[in-house]
């Protein structure tokens, strides 16, 4: 703030009532860009603390584990209540075979925080694995509704962050859709704007600070692999052999397309970014469960993060999602 310092002290000195002018525009400007970073990006409570809440939480589910141990986080920007959103990241940092993963969009499915835990654990213990690929994990999207009790779907806010996302349909369709199709349910609330909730704008940012080739999205209860991304419904949007080495991908997991939601991580990377995004959807949310479809599906993880797929080219607009 140094610099706001010595512009009141130029403003004292200042001879011309236009260069005065001119530096109050410049000094709300700049005052407005700071007040807005810092709203956006500075947590209320630190990267242990969150540890330690989770660490509480997880206790009654037996899960015998240590959600922080060894893990180097990084933060990016804070939940609505002041949560950091945290980030890991393993393998190779030049590799282009980056696969993004988040788990716990939705906080009260519980189940996909031991698999995002349970693969950290497993790629600090096989650095080995990663020769040639880089992997992104976000274990908990969105924590607010997990510290809760009960756990909620929503962020603190209410909002479905996995319906929050800035796409091209969101401001003709998301609102509409809700009311329509899911009749208001309350679970399923898009928010009043796109991109209005931190805990998606996480997620935005992440695809494009670390352009990932493929995403996979760790949910329950469904039972089920989703894949949304190029497929034979978008020949006129991406190349032909682009979109074939995307389905290889679809194949290979035995993914099914389930269709898309306005606002939907499915809809705004898979549809309009043209990066694979495979959402898991884990049985139940039954924590008890847990460590069984750890073992289920490690495997198909596995193959996700190895599975090699050309960027395709030109990159997208990756802006979109931020207007
Ligand atoms: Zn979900």
Known sequence: MRHLRNMKIFLNRAASPLIALTAVIAIAIASAVLCTEASAAEPKSSVGELCASISKTIAPFKWNMDPCQGVDWSVHGSSVQGR???????????????????????????TPLYMGIQLIRY????????????????????????????????????????????THDWKTNALRAWKVRYKSNARRFPGHEPASEPETRFQVQLIQKFQPRKILSIH?????MDYDGPSSLSLDKFPKDYIQECLKLRTQLNAVSTGFFPGSLGNYAGQELGIPTVTLELPTANAA?????????????????????EPLSPRHDLAIGLQ
């Open 84 to 110: 950091p959103l945290v980030y890991t990241e393993f393998g190779d940092p030049q590799s282009k075979n980056v696969t993004l993963v988040f788990a716990m969009v939705h906080p009260d499915e519980i």
């Open 123 to 166: 790629l600090q213990g096989h650095p080995a694995d990663l020769k040639d690929a880089r992997v992104i994990i976000a274990p908990l999207v969105n924590p607010d509704g997990f510290f809760v009790n009960p756990k909620i779907r929503m962020n603190s806010r209410g909002v479905d962050v996995n319906r929050n996302f800035a």
């Open 220 to 224: 329950s209860p469904l039972n089920h």
């Open 289 to 309: 469960k847990a460590s069984e479809y750890w073992i289920k599906f490690q495997s198909g993880i596995h193959s996700m993060i190895d599975f090699k797929i």
